[in-house]
């Protein structure tokens, strides 16, 4: 159990263009789901939190005009990413929290060009 | 600010060698968890310790909470070429209104070399 899928795994778009992010926990409900940002070879950054029904609690520093975050089911949350630019190409990743843990997605490659 | 110290970032060792990974920190957890990660996939969730002093062992690779609930270290003996890559720690914060995210260690790129 606790399985979370992400589509697409990976996206190339160029600069200007927007691209949205699915995640899903595929087996159990998730009230709370969390988007990161990872960089080769480097820890996660959390981005934000994102709630079932109410609006995401974003980290500081994190543009939300910019990364825009809907969580309108328990088993679904997507990020959309606004205007992209080629320094917001990265490995985003995505989990959902059961109980005490956060199950990861297997993430999405975004490359900007 | 609740920090996760982990050391090493790095460590290239040979197949058949012993290490241990540990995170730190000033602050108290909840729980900490333990990741392992390979390129161009999610984390993987290994262990989750919640109870000061306890001991978890999964297969080859021992996890261990501190006594304070403020440290835990990572175990693995006879690593092989298989146990490659990015381990992670991760707290859970007692404060129950931050949305229990977890706060990150800087993680351990590990290689076992054949």
């Known amino acids: 159990g606790a399985v979370v899928s992400q589509h697409p795994s990976w996206v190339i778009c160029k600069s200007g263009t927007s691209v949205k992010i699915e995640c899903r926990s595929l087996?159990?409900?998730?009230?709370?789901m969390f988007w990161y940002r990872q960089f080769p070879k480097q820890s996660l950054m959390l981005m934000a939190t994102?709630?079932?029904?109410?609006?995401?609690?974003?980290e500081q520093g994190v543009e939300k005009d910019k990364f825009l975050i809907n969580h309108a089911s328990l088993t679904l949350s997507t990020l959309t990413v606004t205007s992209a630019h080629p320094e917001d190409s990265s490995f985003y990743i995505c989990?959902?929290?059961?109980?005490?843990?956060?199950?990861f997605g297997p993430g999405t490659r975004l490359t900007v060009t | 600010t609740q920090l996760l110290e982990q050391s090493p970032q790095f460590l290239s060792i040979q197949e058949g060698e012993n290490l241990t990974v540990y995170c730190n920190s000033s602050?108290?957890?909840?729980?900490l968890q333990w990741y392992r990660q390979e390129p161009g996939e999610g984390p993987v969730l290994l262990v989750t310790?919640?109870?000061g002093g306890e001991v978890k062992k999964l297969k080859r690779l021992t996890f261990q909470f501190g006594d304070a609930r403020k440290d835990s270290s990572l175990h693995i003996t006879a690593a092989q070429p298989g146990d490659t890559g990015l381990y992670l720690c991760?707290?859970?914060?007692?404060?129950?209104?931050?949305?229990?995210?977890?706060?990150w260690g800087l993680g351990t790129s590990l290689a076992v070399n054949p």
């Open positions: 087996d159990f409900q998730a009230t709370t």
């Open positions: 310790v919640v109870t």
């Open positions: 602050s108290v957890f909840s729980s």
């Open positions: 989990s959902a929290r059961r109980g005490g843990e956060q199950y």
């Open positions: 991760a707290g859970g914060s007692e404060n129950a209104g931050n949305n229990r995210k977890l706060i």
């Open positions: 994102s709630n079932e029904g109410s609006k995401a609690t974003y």
